[in-house]
């Protein structure tokens, strides 16, 4: 199984599936893609492989997981999908002390790659609780984010060897 199959299952399991919570900042979603992020998406009837065409398209190649080391590529992607691509990129870049210029190139990729992937793991899963801690919805949907970053950095770590 790939490292993509592994991840999207994971979202997957997360998200569940057709939600229309007017208390979610998410809005109407089903398996956790959004119809405020593709609005002319019948979300009420997306399909299994509908989403994970649009995981992959839009999450995982848009913060190019592809390319980044197993553990940091679930994490990261995992991150895109539930608090938005820009801000996974952001937190990644902050974390690496590079430039926060919101796009993964070569010097993103070099500094991920130089580093201990379980320590920068870890190191992003802290950025990723202190978002949730500022964001808006912390009192409602906060613990279950939580419990959703822990299984996430436990995956990133059975992952990465």
């Not at 592809?66 to 590529?73: F, G, R, T, Y």
């Not at 994490?75 to 919101?102: C, P, R, S, T």
């Amino acid at each position: 199984m790939s490292l993509f199959d592994q991840a999207v299952i994971f979202v997957l399991d997360q998200e569940g599936g057709y939600v229309n919570d007017p208390q979610d900042p998410g809005g109407e979603t089903n398996m956790g893609i959004s119809k405020r992020s593709f609005p002319d998406l019948d979300i009420a009837h997306l399909t299994r492989e509908q989403a994970v065409a649009i995981y992959r398209r839009a999450y995982w190649m848009a913060a190019h997981c592809d390319e980044l080391p197993a553990q940091l590529a679930v994490i990261v992607f995992d991150g895109a999908v539930n608090q938005g691509v820009g801000a996974a990129i952001h937190m990644l870049q902050e974390e690496l002390g590079v430039a926060v210029d919101g796009v993964i190139g070569p010097v993103t990729l070099r500094a991920a790659r130089a580093r201990n992937h379980d320590d920068l793991a870890l190191r992003y899963a802290a950025r990723r609780a202190w978002r949730y801690e500022i964001a808006r919805q912390e009192e409602r949907f906060g613990l279950g984010w939580f419990r959703r970053l822990f299984a996430c950095y436990r995956l990133a770590l059975l992952v990465g060897g």
